[in-house]
């Protein structure tokens, strides 16, 4: 008995290390927080319910059964964020960069698929560099799983993603089916490939910023909603905008206490709007006097 104890033990403490003390080392050296420390961040403190910390990797190729670390690059499972219940993945940079394996996928998909059932928000913290080369079609039909839900999961319950890290491949393709994307400027990026493959494969230059990041997407393509300036904040503005949806398609948004009278009147939305349809006028005003 105890020695099970013991292994177990030992499994948690390696779960907790992740790629290990280096590589730790280097997420925060570029600023950026771990996959674990991110979920303190998000939710309520003690609220997280951890599930299938010792799940490994299947994979047999390219040397992988010597590397193996317990919860296979995603911390997922539950808590509550002021209160109520959200499902959570978190990716973890420090093990193969993030990328997604079949079991990694599976973590994902079985939070995904509990949150559709209790009717409960999805909350990606994607910081991944994709499909996991080494395990082929087997991690690209992983996303597979992934991309599926995203679409089941579409209006039923709110999807909100925040990008953590540099994200490439289909760790960019499935935030980008979900419902609110968040960035953190200088640390995170959304691209199809990095610029070292884009380099080998079509010569072009491009740095990761122009290809991917957060002020691209947020000022040129329109892919992300927000841009933050680091981890922290992008976390607690994501505690912020939880509060204002509803938990899922079958619940009421949520209420809170309000001093504006219903019946007040407002007179200068009489005017606020010019007639014509080419004269600009104050969109902040506006939604401010209204909302
Ligand atoms: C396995 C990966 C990986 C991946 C990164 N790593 N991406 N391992 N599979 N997809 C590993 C690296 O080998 C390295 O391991 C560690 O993660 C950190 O990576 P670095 O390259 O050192 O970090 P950085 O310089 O910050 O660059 C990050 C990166 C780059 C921009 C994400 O690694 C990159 O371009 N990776 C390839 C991305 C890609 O092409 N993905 C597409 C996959 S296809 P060590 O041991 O050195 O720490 C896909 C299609 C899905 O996703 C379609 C579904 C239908």
Redesign the pocket.
Known sequence: MSSTIEELERRRAAARLG?GQK?IDAQHAKGKLTARERVEVLLDEGSFEELDMYVEHNCVDFGMPEQVVPGDGVVTGSGTINGRLVFVFSQD?TV??G??SERHAQKICKIMDMAMKVGAPVIGLNDS??????EGVAS?AG??EV?QRNVLASGVVPQLSLIMG??????V?SPAMTDFIFMVKDSS?MFV?????VKTVTNEIVT?EDLGGAVTHTTKSGVADMAFENDIEALLAARDFVDFLPASNREPVPERPCEDPWDRLEDSLDTLIPPSANQPYDMHELIRKTV
């Open positions: 790629g590589r940079f193969f960069g990328s997604l560099g994709g499909a996991r080369i080494q690209l996303y597979a991309f540099p994200c490439a491949g289909g760790a393709y990026y490939t990095g610029p070292d493959v990761q």
